[in-house]
């Protein structure tokens, strides 16, 4: 309690902030950077320095209500067929202006549910990714799965692809729940899943918990957890419910009195992470746990860990490429969104161009707010010789930044040996303090409850 009120009073409950998966956050990205820049970009790729490639399938066959990814339903596969057509043409656009000698180090295929796709698609793919992106030698290839609408076939397919991490969506295992949030998953489905991934070679995989449900209580989410331990997954990602019915329209169909009030919420992941520290994986940024010996612990320790798009990832690629519908890319150069609704996008391809329409041309100001943001969400901490390193006096610039989170923050926030620290019970102000790094916070965008 004593926690809750001094989150309290540093505002965790009233606050509305960016999740921090970019600096700056996509709202804030423009019409000026489209196709142009991502064309110029992509010749400019250096082949000595692997790439990241993340392809979006915007189909499902169930539209859960709570979900806020772009994605639509279809009960047939004929668009789903189009679609990756269009994304092959993309890819083939794209190998026209590579230069000669750009590997892959990792592919990522998230959703909407790239499982939708039938063993002949995931091949059909994943050999056209390959061919505009050969592999690097040590590729990796990660690729979310929704339990319900996935067969050994496909697992197959998507293993013989190199599949090597697999991430499933669970949510809550609460029948109530799950009727709630229109998602119906029973454990025995999902723990087919697990076994045929595992039987499979899939070495590494990861879980998706979300709070803040409707009717979730805290007997429910701890048999969630308790369910999600007996499955053993190596990470887990425990993620804030985030309410958005004027923009995931389908929300409208959760009935706002179910859900948990704002100190509920933070009681529901504080008690679901300490379930998950307690059975011995280790906290990760945050809202993802993960084993001590695997990849992501790690890196965390090593302070080597990064935040995308997805999440907390160990990539350290500076380029991230995104194919499909609403994908956005990351170069060194800035950021660039695709045409996000499908029609929009296959029409930008089959005209001949890419796809790009909106994005961001970094500054280094942009640089060096975004890799500061990084290092709060990442390791509470920032790190003031690397800054100087890397952006020289510019870093200095930020001085008096520190100076009034420090006392914003006092009793949460200390100058530690390597520079401005998060102390661990203010960890769940991160978001907040890292806004304040934020040199577009006035953006007038919707962002999701901080707590
Ligand atoms: C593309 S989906 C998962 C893949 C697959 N389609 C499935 O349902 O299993 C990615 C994840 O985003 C998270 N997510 C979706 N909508 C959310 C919301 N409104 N708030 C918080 N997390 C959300 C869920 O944990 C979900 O598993
Ligand atoms: S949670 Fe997964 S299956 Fe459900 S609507 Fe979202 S992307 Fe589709």
Redesign the pocket.
Known sequence: MENIDLLTRHGLFDAQVPRYTSYPTAPIFSQDVGAAFQSVAIAALDPAEPVSVYIHIPF?E?L?W????R?QGTRTLSPVEQYIETVKQELKQMAALLPDGVRMGRLHW??????ILPPALIHDLAQAAKATFPPAEDFEFSV??????VDDAKIAALASEGMNRA?????DFSPDVQAAIG?E?PFEATQTCVQSLRAAGITSLNA???Y?LPHQNAAKITDTVQKVLALNPDRI?L??????PHM?KR?KLIKEETLPSDIDRFVLSTLAADLFCKAGYQAIGTDHFAKPDDELAQAAARGDLRRNFQGYTTDTCSTLIGVGASSISRFAQGYVQNAAATGAYTQRIHDGDLSGFRGHELTVEDKLRARVIEMLMCNFEIDDAELAETYGTLAASLDVTHAQVLVKFDGVTKRGPNGLMVLPEGRALVRIIAQLYDGYSDTKAFF?KAS
Do not use: K, M, N, W
């Open positions: 499902c169930r859960c709570f979900c806020a990814c994605t998230g959703g909407g549910t790239p499982t979310e799965i929704d339990p319900i609408l991430s499933i969506g669970i949510q998602r998953q998706d918990l979300v803040g990602a993620f804030g419910y985030a309410h958005v995931a929300q999701s």
